[in-house]
Each structure stands twice: as structure tokens, then as C-alpha cells.
DNA sequence: GCGTGATCATAA
DNA sequence: TTATGATCACGC
């Protein structure tokens, strides 16, 4: 479909809009994606058709799908109701005490600096192939929003540096909080705020909750 | 293993 | 039903 770098915000948003309506099916035939018989051992394909489709090129760097306009695409599946059924997934938890040093340049605040979200219906009487792509919307956070994300994003890095990782759970943070992103429980990394003694730790991401993207997705 | 794309599975 | 902790796939 698209396959070249959108070189503004409207042309973005334009691509975007065209895929409001259209099925995974009909989005994946255009792209020459072929469907995954199940979501089981597919469960970023959605995420990767809507880049493609968009002409989205960062592929795994740590930084926005389209760096030339700081937005960062997100797919996000709703319920008929247009509510979020997960969290999402923002960045990963670096680990050395550099990362910490300042939210304006953390990776989470330049990850969000600007959102296209493009919500998908999930629901269990609507075949994986028949889901459909709902309509996009272009988000930066609001002044209040933003000193909340600081807040959440200053506790938690407060706690890293002082080498309590292993003291945060998904419970901490207002709209961000910290959980596993690994490819099991057995995965390892090294926190390089503890002494090398006791550094090794499970790999962690920075996600957004479901009740502050369900806020999202209804101010607009 | 790291960072991207996320959803799964089950305890609460 | 929801939130937390665990897991799946891929490129390098």
C-alpha cells in the first residue's frame, strides 16, 4: 500500500484516515501480509501491518515510528464500547543511571512527545480476519496529563536509581507503570544501578494504563 | 540479549 | 472483570 516515508503530519494523517473502516483482511491483501491463523504466536502483527501501511521506517530503534515528525503510531485494541483491552506498551526500562537523569530527555517522553493512536475492534464474536481498523487519532498530551506521566515517571526512576527495581510492581504510577517485557520469566539483564553482585534482573517496559488511554480515546 | 511490535493467562 | 506478571515473534 503506502510504502514511502510520509513527508508531513497531514499526509500521516490523510494515509491514516483511509484505513478507518477497512478490515485486517482488506489492509493486509493491500499490503501483501498474509493473515495469521492465530493471534497466539502473532501478537504484534497488527502493529507491524499499520507501519507498513503507513511507510513507518524506525523498525526496532528506540525512537518514534516517524522520527522527521516526532509521532509515534500506536495500535490499540478496543471493545465495541471503543474501550482499551490492554495497556500499552511504550519503551523499555533502561538500566544504567544516565537514563534516569531527566524526564524531557527520557525515551518515554520522546516516545510520546506526540501518539497517532489507531484503535481496532477486538471482540470475541468478530473473527480475527473480519476486525476492523477504526479512526485514527492525533494526541499530544495536555499540560495536566503531561505533570502526571512526570510524576509517575520521576517515582519510578527515582527507585531505579537508588537500586530498588526489584521493589517496583505494576502498581506504582498513576497513567505509566513498570512490568516485565522479556521473552520469559527466565530472561536476564544487568541493572547497572546495583553492584554487579546482585545486578542481574528481568527485563522490564514502560506501559500506559488502560484507564488513562480509554481517557484518551474519549477526549477526542 | 536488546529493542521493536504487542497479547496471553490467571490471580485477585 | 480487571490488573499484574508472563509470554510470543522478529531483526540484528
Redesign the pocket.
Known amino acids: 500500500m503506502f510504502q514511502s516515508v510520509p513527508q508531513s503530519e497531514e499526509i500521516l494523517m490523510q494515509r491514516a484516515n483511509a484505513l478507518a473502516g477497512m478490515t485486517l483482511t482488506n489492509l493486509a491483501n493491500k499490503c501483501e501480509f498474509t493473515l495469521p491463523n492465530?493471534?497466539?504466536?502473532?501478537?504484534?502483527?497488527?502493529?507491524?501491518l499499520?507501519?507498513h501501511a503507513l511507510g513507518?521506517t524506525?523498525?526496532?530503534?528506540?525512537?518514534?515510528?516517524f522520527p522527521e515528525l516526532s509521532i509515534?503510531?500506536?495500535?490499540?485494541?478496543v471493545t465495541s464500547q471503543g474501550?482499551p483491552?490492554?495497556?500499552?506498551?511504550?519503551?523499555?526500562?533502561?538500566?544504567s543511571p544516565y537514563d534516569q537523569a531527566n524526564w524531557e530527555q527520557s525515551?518515554v517522553r520522546k516516545?510520546l512527545s506526540k501518539v497517532l493512536w489507531?484503535p481496532?475492534e477486538?471482540n470475541d464474536k468478530i473473527p480475527f480476519a473480519a476486525r476492523r481498523i477504526g479512526t485514527p487519532i492525533l494526541w499530544q498530551a495536555s499540560t495536566c496529563e503531561l505533570q502526571q506521566l512526570k510524576t509517575d515517571w520521576q517515582e519510578l526512576s527515582d527507585l531505579i536509581v537508588l537500586g530498588k527495581l526489584h521493589m517496583?510492581?505494576?502498581?506504582?504510577g498513576k497513567y505509566l507503570?513498570?512490568?516485565?517485557?522479556?521473552?520469559?520469566?527466565?530472561?536476564?539483564?544487568?541493572d547497572k544501578n546495583r553492584l554487579a553482585s546482585e545486578n542481574i534482573t528481568?527485563?522490564r517496559?514502560y506501559?500506559l494504563?488502560?484507564?488513562f488511554t480509554k481517557q484518551i480515546l474519549q477526549s477526542t
Open positions: 492465530s493471534v497466539l504466536h502473532a501478537k504484534g502483527w497488527v502493529g507491524q499499520l507501519e513507518a524506525s523498525g526496532s530503534k528506540p525512537q518514534p515510528d509515534e503510531l500506536k495500535s490499540i485494541p474501550t483491552k490492554e495497556s500499552t506498551y511504550i519503551c523499555v526500562v533502561q538500566l525515551l516516545k489507531i481496532y477486538v517496583i510492581t505494576a502498581s506504582i507503570h513498570i512490568r516485565p517485557k522479556a521473552a520469559n520469566a527466565m530472561s536476564q539483564t544487568r528481568l527485563p517496559g506501559y494504563r488502560t484507564s
